[in-house]
C-alpha cells in the first residue's frame, strides 16, 4: 500500500529528499574508534545530579578516543520548556568542566556542521522522514480521539490483554488512502503512527554496552511518530537525529531501555544503521533499609545547582561520580594522589549494571581527600570564587587579609597526613573564623567551648599567668610546647600522666588543660590546629589581645 497522495496532502511543504539530508550530513570523518556521542536534554529548567553524571560519562568517552561530545536540546515538548534554561545547562556543563564540541551554544545559536541541534528547529527535517515513511505504507494517520484511545486503553487491561494501539486494535492501521484524505478534507484532527511490522513472538538480540547482551519480543505497538502539534516524539526524533548526527553511541539514562525495542525497529525501517547503546543506571539514595531512586523533591542533592550552592569543589563531583561509574576510580586515585582525572580512563563495561549508589558521606570523604591534596593557593582560589557569590562576607574578609589565608589554608598541608578539615565551602568559615576579629568579636559566652572539668574561671587564671610569662618567640613548636609546660609546672599541673593518676589531688589538672585554656581563649573552640602553628599565623599583638579578651568575659 502506498500512500503518495495523502504524503503529499499531509506534508505539501516538504522540500527535500531523504537523499538530501543523507548526503548533507555525510559519516564524520574521524580516526578509527572515535565515538560521536551527546548530551542531549530537555530544557525544562530543573538539572538533576543524574544530567551531570550522564554528561561525564559521554564528554569522557569522546574525549578518551578523540571523538565528539554535542549539545542536543530535546525541546519537541514545548509545554514544559522553561526560557533560559539553554543557556543555564551550558553553564553548569561548563562549571562541572564538561564543554561541548559541537551542538547549541546558547539559546538561540551554535556550532557545527551537524545542525539544527534544537529538535523544535528540526520539523523540516523529521517531515521528510515521516512523509517517506507514509509513501513507503510504513506509517498511518491516525484519527482517534484521546477518550477512544483511554477507552481501547481501559477495555484491554479489564480483559488482560496487553495495552497499546496495535495489530487488530489499532483502528486505522489498514485505513485506505480514501478514507484518510476524506477525513483530513472533514478536519479531522490526526497523529501519525509506525505501521510496525513487529511480532513479539519473535525476539531480538541485542549487546548493550553496560547492561550486556539482552533480549527482547520485537515491537508490535504502532507507536506515535509525529504528535498532534506536529513534533516527533522522543522515539522518531532520536532515531532521526541520532542517525543524521552519525552518533555512533547513545550513552542515556535506563529509564530508555524499555524503549529499545521500539528505536531498534525505527532504525531499521528508516533504513538506518542503528548506534551503539549503553543504559546507564540511575543514581540511587539508601533511604532507610531500601534504595530509591534520587528525588527531586524530597532530596536537596538530587539538584545540580545544590552542589554549586554549599560550595563543593566541582572536582570533587566529578571524582566522586566517576567513583559511581567506575568502581576502580578509588584505587587508581589513591595510586595517582596528584594526577588529573582526566588521566583516568573510563570503562563503560567496568560499570555496574544496577543501581548506582548516591552517598553523601562518601562523597564528603572524597570531597575532603581532595580539597586536602590542593595547595593552599588552589584552596584560596576555589574558596574565594565560592565566597565571592554565597558568602559576601568572608569574601570581603579572606580577601582583605589573603597573606593570612593562605597560612591558614596552607596548615598542615606540607606534611605526609595533610589535615582534612572542610569537605566543601560553606563549612570553612565555622573552621577558620576566629583568626578574624570581625566574626571572633560577635561570639557569645556560651559558645565559648572549655576542655573538659575546666571552668571558665580556672581557664582565665591560667591565662592570667600565661600571658605575663610566655615566650612568643620561641622559635620551633617543641620549644614553644616546653616553655608552656614550664609555665604549667609552676602553676601546679602536672606534665606526667601516670604521675596525675598515681597522685590526682596534688595538681590541679595536667598539662593539656593549660594548653586547653590557651586554645579557648584563642580560638573558643576545643578542636584547633597546632596551638603554636596558629599563634604564629595570628601574629604576637593578636595573641595577646586574645588573652586580653578572654579575662575580661
Ligand atoms: N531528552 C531525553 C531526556 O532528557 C534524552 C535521552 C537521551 O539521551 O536520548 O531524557
Redesign the pocket.
Known amino acids: 500500500m502506498s500512500f503518495e497522495k495523502l504524503a503529499e496532502k499531509i506534508f505539501p511543504k516538504v522540500e527535500y529528499s531523504i537523499e538530501y539530508y543523507m548526503e548533507k550530513y555525510p559519516k564524520r570523518n574521524l580516526k578509527e574508534g572515535a565515538k560521536v556521542v551527546r548530551y ?3 530544557p525544562t529548567g530543573f538539572q538533576h545530579i543524574g544530567g551531570v553524571f550522564a554528561a561525564l560519562i559521554n564528554e569522557r568517552l569522546a574525549s578518551q578516543s578523540e571523538g565528539v561530545f554535542y549539545l542536543r536540546i ?1 525541546d519537541t515538548d514545548q509545554k514544559r520548556e522553561v526560557p533560559g534554561a539553554i543557556d543555564d545547562t551550558i553553564a553548569t556543563m561548563h562549571h562541572f568542566g564538561l564543554d561541548f564540541n559541537e551542538g547549541m551554544t546558547g539559546q538561540e545559536t551554535s556550532k557545527g556542521e551537524y545542525g539544527p541541534y534544537r529538535q523544535s528547529q528540526r520539523a523540516e527535517i523529521y517531515n521528510t522522514f515521516a512523509k517517506d515513511l507514509l509513501i513507503k505504507g510504513l506509517a498511518y494517520p491516525d484519527f482517534c480521539t484521546p477518550e477512544e484511545l483511554a477507552e481501547l486503553r481501559e477495555k484491554q487491561i479489564a480483559n488482560k490483554i496487553t495495552p497499546g494501539y496495535y495489530g487488530e486494535y489499532a483502528k486505522f492501521r489498514n485505513i485506505t488512502e480514501e478514507e484518510a484524505l476524506e477525513r483530513i478534507e472533514r478536519g479531522e484532527q490526526y497523529i501519525i503512527r509506525l505501521k510496525s511490522p513487529g511480532n513479539p513472538e519473535n525476539r531480538v538480540d541485542f549487546h548493550d554496552l553496560i547492561k550486556g547482551d539482552i533480549s527482547f519480543p520485537e515491537n508490535n505497538q504502532d507507536v506515535v511518530l509525529i504528535k498532534g502539534d506536529g513534533l516527533p516524539t ?1 522515539h522518531f526524533a ?1 532515531a532521526i537525529d541520532d542517525f543524521l548526527m552519525r552518533t555512533t553511541d ?1 550513552i ?2 535506563e529509564e ?1 531501555l524499555s524503549s529499545l525495542p521500539i528505536h531498534v525497529q525505527l532504525f531499521e525501517v528508516l533504513g538506518f544503521e542503528a548506534p551503539r547503546y549503553a543504559h546507564i543506571p540511575t543514581i540511587m539514595k539508601q533511604d532507610g533499609g531500601s534504595k530509591r531512586k534520587l528525588s527531586k523533591r524530597k532530596d536537596a542533592e538530587a539538584a545540580v545547582s545544590y552542589y554549586k550552592e554549599v560550595g563543593y569543589p566541582t572536582v570533587t563531583v566529578i571524582e566522586y561520580l566517576l567513583n559511581i561509574v567506575n568502581s576502580t576510580f578509588e584505587e587508581w586515585r589513591a595510586e595517582n594522589p596528584t594526577a588529573d582525572y582526566h588521566e583516568f580512563e573510563v570503562q563503560l563495561e567496568k560499570m555496574s549494571k544496577s543501581g548506582a549508589l548516591f552517598d553523601l558521606v562518601k562523597l564528603n570523604d572524597v570531597s575532603k581527600d581532595r580539597i586536602a591534596a590542593m595547595k593552599a593557593d588552589d584552596v584560596y582560589a576555589n574558596y574565594i570564587a565560592w565566597a565571592k557569590e554565597y558568602d559576601e562576607e568572608m569574601y570581603t574578609l579572606v580577601t582583605s587579609n589573603e597573606t593570612m589565608a593562605k597560612e591558614i589554608f596552607n596548615i598542615d598541608k606540607e606534611g605526609p597526613k595533610p589535615r582534612k578539615d572542610y569537605a566543601k565551602w560553606d563549612e570553612v568559615q565555622d573552621k577558620i573564623f576566629y583568626f578574624f576579629d570581625e566574626l571572633f568579636d560577635r561570639e557569645t559566652v556560651e559558645q565559648i567551648e572549655l576542655p573538659k572539668g575546666l571552668t571558665i574561671e580556672v581557664a582565665k587564671e591560667i591565662i592570667n599567668t600565661y600571658k605575663d610569662e610566655f615566650n612568643f618567640n620561641a622559635g620551633s613548636q617543641e620549644a614553644w610546647f616546653e616553655d608552656l609546660k614550664e609555665i604549667g609546672i609552676r602553676l601546679g599541673y602536672c606534665a606526667n600522666r601516670k604521675e596525675f593518676k598515681a597522685n590526682p589531688d596534688q595538681f590541679k589538672g595536667m598539662i593539656s588543660d593549660v594548653a586547653g585554656a590557651v586554645r579557648s581563649a584563642l580560638a573558643h573552640r576545643n578542636n584547633t590546629p597546632d596551638l603554636y602553628t596558629i599563634m604564629q599565623i595570628m601574629g604576637e599583638e593578636k595573641v595577646r589581645s586574645r588573652f586580653e579578651k578572654f579575662l575580661g568575659i
Open positions: 542531549a536534554p530537555s530535546e522522543y532520536h547513545v542515556r539514562g530508555w
